[in-house]
């Protein structure tokens, strides 16, 4: 077990970025636009409604189209899990939600596995938080030719600061697993002192959790290059230094089995 005196790999790379944009672009470490907002559970304040949790904002193009069906179907398989971690979950697109509402039912029909759909499903007709979250550039913003928001996906943290961002064309697909592996990569991160590949700001095992399975040491994650030598003894008693030519010992792998998220 570790000691949580050794400071988080989210607490020292948040430092790096500022909590705003001086260009006005939503980047990592970055406190999120705030929005109010139609849904279908209701109206949303986005800020109160993050109420200190983990929060994720699902994008996608357009209501009654074949990918985004799929893609909230198998999202509401993953929701329960999402729930469980503390993560709240909304989803948008540039569609009312007289829209959502009717689409839903669709939805749920052609899920093979009996869904129902928990999570708000924010309207954006008018695309003023597809602009904010630069999901639509803002000459686009009211052009009939062009009404599609990208896929994206946005982590937020409990601070509402941008933990991770991901961008999809609307031809593509999201991987539902892929999005709870971030969580957990990011969670792991903010918890305790060792980085995961998902946090975007630093490289760490690629592959997470199924990493250096040759070795023995799947799952395991780096410890951060901040962790000295001396705290890693002391912290890390079982970490496991992988060798290489240079002979620098920066590659520290720490057995994250043993450290709770809880």
Partial sequence: MCNTDVKSGTEMYAKLYPETSSDGVLRLGNIVPD??????QGPMEW???????WAILFSHPADFTPVCTTEIGRLALKYDDLKAKGVKLA??????V????????????????KVTIEFPIIGDADRSIA?????????????????LTIRAVFIIGPDKKLKLSL?????????MDEIVRCIDALQLSAKHSVV?????QTATPANWPYNHDSIGK??????????TPEDAKLHFPDHHSCKVPSGVDYLRLTDVSKLSLK
């Fill in 98 to 113: 007289s829209s959502h509402t009717k689409w839903l039912d669709d939805v749920v029909a052609h899920c093979e596995n």
């Fill in 167 to 175: 961008n999809y064309p609307a031809s593509v697909g999201r991987n």
């Fill in 131 to 147: 602009f904010k979250y630069g999901m639509l550039d803002p000459s686009n913003k009211d052009a009939n030719d062009l009404p």
């Fill in 35 to 40: 929005f109010t907002a139609d849904t279908t």
């Fill in 91 to 96: 989803t948008l697109s540039a569609d009312p």
């Fill in 47 to 53: 800020h109160k409604w993050i109420d200190g949790h």
């Fill in 218 to 227: 799947k799952g395991w994650a780096f410890l951060l290059p901040t962790v």
């Fill in 196 to 200: 995961c590949v998902a946090y975007g």
